[in-house]
């Protein structure tokens, strides 16, 4: 587990050095850097040794030197993988370093090593003899990988901050990823907040030609829906378990002590339950508690005591209070290095876990692969949803042509608060022939939640020649594409491209590789979810209880009041504390008068959302936690130009 970075074309050698050392919290155990001969390639690593603590030093080349690798992750197949190379003569000079496996392997089958690969990983491979750079991203997301490419140059890096010390890439932000932020509360797609900052997308690799200084990217795994299996409920369940324990007992392949983070839900709670069951005990486990007026419905520390007695973990908790919250908060929007409005809770864990530990796991992914909270309810239930996604499924071209027939009749319609949208100038045309055109975008919980698309069009000022795309119609461009025939499977196909990858991921290896923590996530192990998604979509999960198929499966790993608990979610009391700790950051940051110098967002923000929350007059958290966090990262990220974490407090901005 490391930080990688690298660069191809005409460059200063200072220029990797930068790269690698600001991704030092990453790889606090060692360090290297590979140059060509001629000084146009240069690959860099810092590394958190988990596997072959002593010989796994990085960046790696083969006997000929002819292939270099920069590797970030694990390969938790890599053993029988190994094994299998030896047979086919190759000679390893590691005692068990994965990464000397990814060498071989791919020596051995070039880009086909990547169905191979068990884990979580990105990598950047040079081979001197094609002249070409490999790269890929597991088939989750798991690991991330930013690239920029300039005047004959490429650059590639662990963490979009690494790539912003090269003097040539601007700090220009997009108004598209801006947009999409404010109603997902995080960056989804290929393009970065940062307008010349991309990210290899989960599931795809990339060939980068030295010569011709091209790059192309290309899908290698995605969800499969076709190859569904009938079984009873029971074979099912059965079926999941041993999948589960197969999972777990993968994915703690470590030669260093781990633990395990402990919300108190069902995920986290069966987790640990698995790993006493493959052999694991007392193992370290982890959670927050929150202790304040009004905080209860987010506390779950009760339960998660039930489960470290049931299998006597050595237990952690952790009371958050807000002052606490705010004393980190700078810090966290700095190792985020995006915008992102989620929960924060997770940062407490990794840092208690990394006084002791250097790698955590967690139960991330089980919600998505049951059911996702039951959104699907949401357009299962509703005639009038559930009619336009028939029609919509059927009749999309007419659809969409009706939607631009609409726009050349109406003109451009701009949502004024008081004013029903499809009232007048012929909305009413205009938002059925929307609601035909993408029903299952804008019906999409967050721009139900959020701020809505017709709500950004009122109170966003995008830069000066951009038009931004509805986040509507980007979130159906992906469930239209995914050709699934049920719409749960359409709606687990769009969660795991955007929120699990963009959001949950991505929130868990920046807080956790903050703090010098390998974060796994086993519930996401490939051959699991394959198989989860070969599952009818009616018995994966139903409406009246969406998770009963994996309770059913984990059901006797834990105590009897986890089956029947509500699911809270693993997030922070933001309601209240905008009203009252965070009441400071919220009116100087969002002061209509700065709003409107600063040009992002109307003055107008402040008095349709913001005073109404604070009066406690209507509940308004999270368009508003979500502007705020964003100006957080503008002030470090665009005013400030940081390159290292912030010395100054949340009071010093008030």
């Known amino acids: 587990m490391c930080g990688i970075t690298g660069i191809v074309g005409q460059h200063e050698p200072v ?20 140059r060509s001969p001629d000084g146009t390639v240069a690959l860099a690593m810092r590394r958190l040794s988990i596997l072959d603590v002593e010989g796994g030093h990085q960046p790696m080349g083969n006997p000929d030197g002819t292939i270099w690798i920069v590797f970030n992750g694990e390969i938790f197949n890599s053993p029988e993988l190994r094994a299998k190379l030896e047979q086919k003569g190759y000679s390893f000079k590691t005692r068990n370093s994965d990464t000397e496996v990814l060498i071989h392997l791919y020596a051995d089958k070039g880009q086909a090593m990547l169905h191979d690969l068990n884990g979580m990983f990105a990598f950047v491979i040079y081979d001197r003899r094609k002249n070409i750079l490999f790269g890929a991203r597991d088939r989750m ?36 990823s801006l947009s999409y932020y404010l109603t997902l509360l995080y960056v989804p797609g290929d393009q970065s907040i940062i307008a010349e900052i ?18 192309r990217l290309e899908q290698y795994w995605e969800l499969d829906f076709s190859r569904t299996e009938e079984r009873s409920v029971e074979d099912w369940a059965e079926q999941i378990r041993g999948s589960l324990r197969a999972a777990v007992k993968r994915w703690t392949l470590s030669d260093v002590p781990l633990a395990c983070s402990l919300s108190g839900g069902l995920d986290s709670s069966a987790l640990v339950g ?9 193992v370290k486990t982890y959670s927050v508690s929150f202790a304040g007026e009004g905080e209860a419905p987010w506390d779950e520390s ?9 299998w006597s973990t050595d237990h952690h908790e952790i009371v958050l209070r807000p002052e606490e919250l705010l004393k980190d908060l700078l810090t966290m929007v700095w190792y985020l290095e995006e915008p992102y409005a989620g929960g924060l809770p997770s940062w ?10 250097k790698v955590g796991l967690t139960g991330l992914g089980a919600d998505e692969l049951f059911g996702n909270y039951g959104r699907f309810s949401w357009y299962e239930e509703n005639p009038i949803i559930r009619a336009a996604m028939s029609f919509h499924t059927r009749f999309a071209p007419i659809a969409k042509t009706m939607g631009v027939l609409a726009s050349m009749i109406t003109g451009p319609t701009k949502w004024v608060p008081e004013e029903i949208p499809w009232v007048g100038r012929g909305r009413l045309f205009a938002r059925l022939s929307q609601l035909l055109a993408r029903p299952f975008g804008e019906y999409y ?11 950004k069009r009122n109170f966003m000022v995008p830069l000066k020649g951009e038009a931004c795309r509805d986040t509507s119609e980007y979130l159906q461009a992906i469930y239209d594409s995914v050709g699934a025939k049920d719409h749960r499977n359409g709606l687990a196909a769009v969660d795991f491209r955007t929120q699990l990858a963009e959001e949950f991921l991505f929130m868990t290896d920046s807080f956790s590789m903050a703090h010098s923590i390998e974060a796994r996530v086993p519930f996401l192990d490939h051959t699991l979810v394959e198989q989860v998604f070969r599952i009818p979509p009616a018995i994966r999960t139903n409406a009246q209880d969406v998770k009963y198929l994996f309770r059913r499966a984990i059901g006797d790993l834990l105590p009897p009041q986890l089956l029947t608990a509500p699911k809270r979610g693993f997030s922070l009391p933001i309601e209240l504390w905008l009203r009252r700790e965070l009441r400071p950051l919220v009116e100087r940051l969002l002061a209509p008068e700065r709003l409107a110098k600063q040009g992002i967002f109307r003055k107008e923000f402040y008095a349709y959302f913001v005073e109404p929350h604070l009066a406690g007059k209507a509940n308004y958290a999270w368009p508003i936690w979500a502007v705020l966090m964003y100006q957080l990262w503008h002030e470090l990220y665009q005013e400030r130009a940081l390159s290292s974490p912030p010395s100054f407090s949340w009071k010093d901005l008030c």
């Open 15 to 34: 220029w990797i050095d930068r790269m690698n050392n600001i991704m030092t919290h990453r790889g606090p155990d060692d360090h290297g850097v590979y």
């Open 141 to 176: 997301g798991i690991k991330p990988l930013y690239y920029c490419q300039g005047i004959g140059r490429f650059a590639w890096a662990s963490e979009a901050k690494a790539l912003l010390t090269l003097p040539w890439v601007s700090r220009n932000y997009s108004s598209q």
């Open 302 to 310: 009760a339960l998660a005591r039930l489960v470290a007695d049931k």
């Open 445 to 455: 919980y967050a721009n139900q939640w959020h701020l809505s698309d017709s709500q």
């Open 198 to 215: 991309f990210r290899v997308p989960p599931g795809h690799s990339f060939i980068y030609d030295l010569s011709a200084k091209q790059i």
């Open 348 to 357: 407490y864990v990794y840092r208690e876990m990394a006084r002791e530990v």
């Open 274 to 282: 698995l790993l006493s069951e493959v052999g694991i005990n007392r």
